[in-house]
């Protein structure tokens, strides 16, 4: 009998799952609600991901809150590492512009098999961050950013720029313009001025005035 379950969109599963992950990590809760909101498609396509993951058993709901169980974050870890090493892999290898490898490596969703993860640690020296900043589990080189700030709370002065969250990832017209001033993860900037959300930074390549949404999902290290 064949099985009539819509069918869930790969890449919103690997997404929902760096959020889950990134969440767990940190320790803070996120419900379906925050999830969704944090989420590049819409909620309809959300709560389909939210209930396949909950049918195969990778996640709960205790008191409202969603959680990874421990089969779940084990799947989570494996998706977003290798996820995150075909970024690295896209950028530093194949020499493919920064804000399209997101995009282009969900294309490689499911093709990764342990023997190709495997070669792509040792190839590319076992990376701690994707190209966007963000770690990549499992990865000796993983750096601590607990010392991190969003960039719509930094203060006025040098910066660094240290990781574009998940969230921001899937905004190539934000990506771009990230890029195109130079304001990306290892990069050396500023902070010039905050004002109602926005904030003007001078980047390694030029000065661009940052949107909220894109200054909230921005982390840095002030100097």
Known sequence: MSDTRTRVDPNAVTETLEILLDRHDRGEPCTAADLVELLPFDAAEGDRVIADLQRRGALTSPSGSLELTEGGYELAQVSVRRHRLTERLLLDVIGLDWWKVHHEAERWEGVISDDVEAQLVELLQDPGTCPHGNPIPGSINRPDQSAAIRLDQAPIGPVRVVRIT??????????????????????????????????????????????????????????
Do not use: M
Request: proline share 7%; hydrophobic share 40%; aromatic share 6%.
């Open 166 to 223: 998940e969230t921001l990832e899937a905004d190539d017209e934000a990506l771009q313009l990230l890029e195109e001033c130079g304001f990306i993860p290892g990069r050396d900037a500023e902070v010039k001025q905050r004002q109602n959300g926005w904030v003007e930074v001078a980047g390694s390549l030029h000065d661009a005035a940052l949107p909220p949404h894109i200054a909230t999902h921005t982390y840095v290290l002030p100097a």
